[in-house]
């Protein structure tokens, strides 16, 4: 694991923590064996194992359900005919190391416990082995076409035409195929009937309704298969859909490129502004990065085009910034940081360190209704004005990054994924850092204002 974008001490902790390997590839078995282990130990009662056990009962029968669908229609190779009964005989296994588990439950013999952990990590292990083998040798498959749904309505309408499938498959894949042209279709439609935004979507939406017209007749002649069992509708028909696919392609990556190349022109009209320290307010050409003031990064400040009016009006770009200092960390920040590694090295339990980032989430709300009802203080000064409306647009993103990062921090309760906590931590710090920024400028801001109002009455 990398974590090289993150400040060396804070990057050093984060690799002690996860120092602890996973058992398995699969999050939800490992959290099931960590809480078995646990209740080995007396950590928790046998009823959190009871749920654990639930999750992964339903877990099994969504791989078995998987495997008996995709095996119909499962490229015949020498592989897949050694692999897929491998799987299917790992399925049971697995399912009987939990019942292994559910018998500890029963009459509590530690042996079930430990021969079920046992049998859980060598089957987990085995199932994805199988299914790294699959993978790859399903890269030798012929391609028919670069969408891969379409590809695969075709590999399998030659299969069936083969005598390799059955119809019923062929059906399936066909009746998915339709479900997702009938959406494309009516996407377009909605797009055809607003202004387009670029000559290049003007020209190609007809042709994009053009090629739906040709799937939707490939779609009608391989329905007649299964009216006649004549092979040629299949052939006929599969040709028509991979024809198609190939025109919306076309004019997808058309569309594609005209839109970057309209991002390009839109990035040279850009002027760039002076800058603003937001803790001191000192005004700085542009290429500064560095208050001479006070000696933090200025973060660039770049006009976009202009959104609703909930959404903010400027970019804040503090990636050159975050090379040069290590990234300030709020006591807020801070709290949140220390639980998450806590977390990782299990010193704290999974509703401690959820009740952590519920706290913060709380807060921010609370900062933003707080911004609602507090009255700024009239400002006469333009300088002061233009610094007042930054300050605001600052104080939304920050929030908006706050919380972006406690809800990447909840991902790895999915998955046991430590990025998710890298990246968290790091969204969590730029959005405090331009919180506090803004907090210490209200305060001088305020400060000047009632400075002024105390002269003035003088």
């Known amino acids: 694991m990398e974590y090289k974008k993150l400040p060396k001490d ?100 530690l042996q079930h416990l430990e021969r079920g952990i046992e049998e859980l990590i060598e089957e987990t292990n085995s199932l994805f082995e199988s299914a790294d083998v699959l993978k790859k040798d399903e890269e030798k498959i012929q391609i028919f076409s670069d969408s891969p749904m379409i590809s695969e309505l075709i590999r399998i309408g030659r299969g069936v035409a083969d005598g390799i499938y059955s119809q019923e498959n062929l059906k399936q894949r066909l009746n998915f195929c339709k479900t997702f042209h009938q959406s494309a279709r009516e996407n377009i439609q909605e797009v055809m009937d607003e202004a387009y935004d670029t000559k290049e979507a003007e020209e190609e939406a007809p042709l994009i309704m053009e090629a739906l ?28 859909v991979r024809q198609a696919a190939e025109e919306l392609s076309s004019s997808y990556n058309i569309l594609v490129s005209a839109v970057e190349e309209a991002d390009k022109e839109a990035e040279k009209d850009i002027v760039p502004k002076e800058k603003i320290c937001f803790k001191c307010g000192l005004k700085a050409q542009p290429d500064i990065k560095i208050c001479p003031k006070c000696h933090i990064p200025i973060p660039d400040i770049k006009p976009i085009e202009e959104k609703p009016a909930e959404e903010p009006t400027v970019r804040i770009d503090v990636g050159e910034a975050k090379d040069m200092v290590t990234p300030m960390m709020t006591p807020n920040v801070k709290k949140i940081y220390d639980s998450a590694v806590a977390f990782m090295q299990k010193r704290i339990s999974e509703e401690e360190f959820i009740s952590t980032l519920d706290w913060l989430d709380g807060l921010l709300r609370q900062s933003e209704e707080t911004l609602k009802k507090e009255k700024l203080p009239d400002l006469t000064d333009e300088r002061e004005r233009q610094i007042m409306e930054q300050t605001r647009q600052i104080f939304e993103i920050g929030i908006k990054e706050s919380k972006e990062g406690t809800a990447e921090m909840r991902l790895y309760l999915k998955d046991e994924d430590a990025t998710h906590l890298q990246n968290g931590i790091l969204q969590a710090i730029r959005g405090g850092e331009k919180l506090y920024q803004v907090q210490m400028l209200a305060k001088r801001i305020q400060q000047q204002a009632k400075d002024m109002k105390e002269k003035s009455g003088k």
């Open 10 to 109: 804070i990057a050093k902790k984060f690799q002690e923590a996860g120092k602890e390997e996973n058992l398995t590839r699969s999050p939800d078995v490992n959290n099931l064996i960590r809480t078995a282990q646990a209740l080995k130990q007396g950590k928790v009662k046998p009823e959190v194992l009871q749920e654990q056990l639930g999750i992964l009962y339903q877990l099994h029968k969504n791989m078995s359900d998987t495997v008996d669908f995709l095996s119909k229609t499962q490229p015949r190779t020498d592989v897949a005919n050694e692999r897929l009964p491998m799987i299917e005989e790992g399925l049971a296994r697995f399912k009987e190391s939990l019942d292994e588990l559910k018998f500890y439950l029963e009459d509590g013999n």
């Open 213 to 240: 017209d040709l799937m939707e007749d490939g779609f009608e002649e391989i329905e007649m298969y299964f009216e006649d069992n004549d092979a040629e509708h299949i052939f006929e028909g599969t040709e028509l």
